[in-house]
């Protein structure tokens, strides 16, 4: 067994669309791993939601959008992501 596929066991992927889960794999359409570890894990705030690089804008927090104040990590995320084909695929 690769690493690739320890870091995917037992994890499930969820359609961006319309929710349809499957087992975790990097051969879904437009596979997004979101676990310990991954981008959006790493980057994306535990309370707004915005990624760290938004927290740190030179800009007035008004003109920047509507991140918090503190940015903290989400951590891994319930599912990965993927297209099941549900809106067609052109």
Known sequence: MQATELILEGR??????????QPSSRELPFFEFRGEGSYDALNGC???????????????RHLAGRCCDHFESRGAMEYDLYYCGCKGWD
């Open 12 to 21: 499930q992927a969820r359609c961006s669309y319309c929710k349809t889960i």
């Open 46 to 60: 535990r309370h707004c939601g915005y990624f760290e690089v938004a927290h740190k804008s030179p800009l007035p």
